[in-house]
């Protein structure tokens, strides 16, 4: 198989806050891992690339400095959305792509933000 | 740039067969990918299709025209579990995939 996992599930913080969002492969080793953002009724929009031992590949009007993302190992990456306000509540989502294999992106469950 | 266009809501019956399609303009071209998405719920992978022709798994079909830009999503003997949004993405030169806005799909019994 090929399962992601993230943790958590649900957030809600106050506006301000930061928040980590974590993101693992649990039965393959992931050298690349992606991370989307999706609102209400809307398709997924790729935020930044995330590859192992480097740092994250940002989308055009994705702030570096808010969303930080650190793909420490070949297993884990992290989103910290800094200083968090009401209009960042959304669905995030992470994809993983197997070491060596072929192109196809699996998907985490997701993280529901609510920031109030 | 990329543009992929998807019908926005479909509607079939139990029991039937529904095609849902995908064009896309895109800049780049790797494959392109059809993902099942329910509500409140991550994508699943459904297929993926690099060559021209027909790939079929099981109730599902998926066909690629590189040469046209479209693709095409065909499920057979419809469930009321199969209600739900259905993304078209490619994959472009970066290993990027970039979604379309989803088909979303009622089954009536």
């Known amino acids: 198989g090929a399962v992601v996992s993230q943790h958590p599930s649900r957030v809600i913080c106050k506006s301000g806050t930061s928040v980590k969002i974590e993101c693992r492969s649990l039965?393959?080793?992931?050298?690349?891992m992606f991370w989307y953002r999706q609102f209400p009724k809307q398709s997924l929009m790729l935020m930044a690339t995330?590859?192992?031992?480097?740092?994250?590949?940002?989308e055009q009007g994705v702030e570096k400095d808010k969303f930080l993302i650190n793909h420490a190992s070949l297993t884990l990456s992290t989103l910290t959305v800094t200083s968090a306000h009401p209009e960042d509540s959304s669905f995030y989502i992470c994809?993983?792509?197997?070491?060596?294999?072929?192109?196809?992106?699996?998907f985490g469950p997701g993280t529901r933000l609510l920031v109030l | 740039g990329q543009n992929i266009d998807q019908p926005t809501e479909m509607t079939a019956t139990e029991g039937a067969i529904v095609q849902i399609n995908c064009t896309y303009q895109?800049?780049?071209?790797?494959?392109l990918f059809w993902y099942q998405q329910h509500a409140g719920e991550a994508p699943t992978f459904l297929s993926y299709?690099?060559?021209?022709g027909l790939e079929e798994k099981g109730r599902f079909s998926s066909f690629l025209s590189r040469s046209k830009g479209y693709s095409y999503l065909l499920l057979k003997e419809l469930q009321m579990k199969d209600s739900a949004s259905y993304l078209c993405?490619?994959?472009?030169?970066?290993?990027?995939?970039?979604f379309g806005s989803g088909t979303q799909l009622t089954v009536l019994p």
């Open positions: 995330s590859n192992e031992g480097s740092k994250a590949t940002y």
């Open positions: 994809s993983a792509i197997r070491a060596g294999g072929p192109e196809t992106q699996y």
């Open positions: 895109t800049s780049g071209f790797n494959g």
């Open positions: 299709n690099v060559l021209d």
């Open positions: 039965d393959f080793q992931a050298t690349t």
């Open positions: 993405a490619v994959l472009g030169s970066a290993r990027q995939l970039t």
